[in-house]
């Protein structure tokens, strides 16, 4: 069950108010019940002495003819009095006459036997089976002995009623404390509710950024990030309109070149007529297949903002491998194709797009060298970057133009060789996806100088 961030966190503080509520409510309870028990030992010991002191009088007399056991003065009767207070009432005593040990008074409620035998000072007794507290009192210079007593039945009954008395204001703001801290985690959610309404009711192409005004500090990184999102996705759709608009525009030249060959091809006569159109239709087809190729590896290349999967690829060896699959190119044209520095080179990245670039720069360099020309592929390692150059003794690009090369379908000025414009394109995205700078200048070899500066990898493939 998935809960939302209100109800937890009304759980989250509910709970921890009532906890505090049960610690604070028994922390009274504590406290009021050890206060209590010093109030009432302090009620015995000042009864002691009040009684002490008031009745001196009468105990010297009953000293002087101490009563027998079956006639020991009790306390009078005062039930024809009017009620005094609940608690009222409720303390036992005894006075004795020491060493003799002789009961003078006691209240109708004690006992006929000694309160307590702990000697002077507070103790505490079981008395027919009720636990009693004792206060007692040694007079040494008259020898009498007072004893009071109080059960703690009530001492406990008021701790109860002090305890409840208190509890009771909190346990009825319970209540009206969970009704506040919702009315505030409601109240301080409503900008996420606002946020997500706003996002709820966008059309689907509404890529607008989210206004940030009024945002919680909380979330104001979780709308940047969507912010961020937006913008992302609004260049990918953009990429994709301008990409399904060049591609129309690219493939609807060739798709009626072919059409128009095949229409020659189809109502000739002439056996070499027809097959001059039907070589046009093979280039016009391998011309097609190739511009869709690249269309294809651009558009697989375009939304991603970052790569899907790294691996330690040594350009060295790519380089190698790439060459060899395009030496039979270079060979029919009697161009030199030749690799060196670096034995190995090892960068971090994704080696088929690294492959698709180093594809891409070498049969540029060979689709505008002339015959017998030469292409070169150099590796230099330096610290942590590692750097591919490709040089070529073509024709070159006049410096106003190198900036613009890289744009989609763009061909230059005074170009004869086939191409679709696209190569670079696709050399310039997969540079970026890894980090890499691209630098164009003129060759040694008299024609284009590509360098390529990329990050290397630390430890290279060990």
């Given at each position: 069950?998935?809960?939302?961030?209100?109800?937890?966190?009304?759980?989250?503080l509910?709970?921890?108010?009532?906890a505090?509520w049960?610690?604070?409510?028994?922390?009274s309870?504590?406290?009021t019940r050890?206060?209590?028990r010093?109030?009432?030992?302090?009620q015995l010991a000042?009864?002691?002495?009040s009684?002490?002191?008031?009745?001196?009088?009468?105990?010297?007399?009953?000293?002087?003819?101490?009563?027998?056991?079956d006639?020991?003065?009790f306390?009078?009767?005062?039930?024809h009095?009017a009620?005094?207070?609940?608690?009222?009432q409720?303390?036992?005593?005894?006075?004795?006459l020491?060493?003799?040990?002789?009961?003078?008074?006691?209240?109708?409620?004690?006992?006929a036997?000694?309160?307590s035998?702990?000697?002077e000072?507070?103790?505490?007794?079981?008395i027919d089976g009720?636990?009693?507290?004792?206060?007692?009192?040694?007079?040494?210079?008259?020898?009498y002995q007072?004893?009071?007593?109080q059960?703690y039945?009530?001492?406990?009954?008021?701790?109860?009623?002090i305890?409840?008395?208190?509890?009771?204001?909190?346990l009825?703001a319970?209540?009206?404390?969970?009704?506040?801290?919702?009315?505030?985690?409601?109240?301080a959610?409503?900008?996420?509710?606002t946020?997500?309404?706003?996002v709820?009711q966008?059309a689907?192409?509404?890529?607008e950024p989210?206004?940030?005004?009024?945002?919680?500090?909380?979330i104001?990184?979780l709308?940047t990030?969507?912010?961020?999102?937006f913008?992302?996705l609004?260049?990918?759709?953009e990429n994709?309109?301008?990409?399904?608009?060049?591609?129309?525009?690219?493939?609807r030249?060739?798709?009626?070149a072919l059409?128009?060959?095949?229409?020659v091809a189809?109502?000739?006569?002439?056996?070499?007529?027809?097959?001059?159109?039907?070589n046009?239709?093979?280039?016009?087809?391998?011309?097609?297949?190739?511009?869709?190729?690249?269309?294809?590896?651009?558009?697989?290349?375009?939304?991603q903002?970052?790569l899907t999967?790294?691996?330690?690829?040594?350009?060295?060896?790519?380089?190698r491998?790439?060459?060899?699959?395009?030496?039979?190119?270079?060979?029919?044209?009697?161009?030199?194709?030749?690799?060196q520095?670096?034995?190995?080179?090892?960068i971090?990245?994704?080696?088929?797009?690294?492959?698709?670039?180093?594809?891409n720069?070498?049969?540029?360099?060979?689709?505008?060298?002339?015959?017998?020309?030469?292409?070169?592929?150099?590796?230099?390692?330096?610290e942590?970057?590692v750097?591919?150059?490709?040089?070529?003794?073509?024709?070159?690009?006049?410096?106003?133009?190198?900036?613009q090369?890289?744009?989609?379908?763009?061909?230059?000025r005074d170009?004869t060789a086939?191409?679709?414009?696209?190569?670079?394109?696709?050399?310039?995205?997969?540079?970026?996806?890894?980090?890499?700078?691209?630098?164009?200048?003129?060759?040694?070899?008299?024609?284009?100088?590509?360098?390529?500066?990329?990050?290397?990898?630390?430890?290279?493939?060990?």
């Open positions: 069950m998935r809960f939302s961030i209100r109800a937890r966190l009304l759980f989250i509910l709970s921890l108010t009532a505090i049960l610690a604070t409510a028994w922390s309870y504590l406290s050890h206060e209590v010093e109030l009432f030992d302090a000042q009864s002691a002495r009684m002490l002191t008031l009745s001196s009088h009468e105990l010297k007399e009953l000293a002087d003819y101490p009563p027998s056991e006639h020991i003065h306390i009078p009767d005062d039930t009095l009620p005094g207070h609940r608690y009222e409720k303390i036992a005593y005894q006075i004795w020491r060493p003799q040990g002789t009961l003078l008074l006691r209240t109708d409620n004690a006992p036997t000694p309160l035998e702990a000697g000072g507070y103790s505490d007794h079981t009720e636990a009693w507290r004792i206060y007692t009192l040694d007079d040494t210079q008259s020898g007072i004893q009071m007593g059960s039945a009530l001492r406990n009954e008021l701790v109860n009623h305890a409840l008395r208190q509890a009771m204001p909190l009825l319970l209540p009206l404390l969970a009704l506040l801290i919702s009315y505030g985690i409601h109240h959610l409503m900008p996420l509710r946020l997500t309404q706003a709820e966008r689907p192409d509404s890529l989210v206004a940030e005004r009024n945002i919680p500090a909380e104001r990184s709308v990030a969507l912010n961020r999102l913008a992302r609004e260049t990918a759709f994709e309109r301008r990409f399904t608009a060049d591609a129309a525009h690219e493939l030249t060739p798709l009626a059409k128009v060959q095949a229409q189809q109502r000739s006569h002439d056996d070499a007529q027809r097959r001059d159109a039907l046009s239709v093979v280039l016009g087809v391998d011309r097609a297949t190739r511009l869709v190729e690249q269309l294809l590896t651009l558009a697989r290349l375009d939304p903002l970052g999967s790294h691996e330690t690829v040594d350009l060295a060896r790519l380089g491998e790439v060459a060899a699959e395009l030496q039979t190119a270079a060979d029919a044209r009697h161009i030199h194709l030749t690799q520095g670096a034995e190995a080179a090892y971090h990245g994704q080696g088929d797009s690294l492959r698709i670039l180093l594809a720069l070498l049969d540029n360099a060979l689709r505008y060298t002339p015959d017998g020309g030469a292409v070169r592929l150099t590796l230099t390692t330096h942590e970057q750097a591919l150059q490709i040089d070529d003794s073509g024709p070159g690009v006049a410096a106003d133009e190198r900036e090369i890289f744009h989609r379908f763009y061909r230059g170009v086939n191409g679709s414009g696209l190569g670079l394109s696709i050399v310039k995205r997969i540079a970026d996806l890894h980090h890499a700078t691209i630098h164009l200048d003129r060759s040694e070899l008299g024609g284009l100088c590509v360098r390529l500066e990329l990050p290397g990898a630390q430890g290279g493939g060990h």
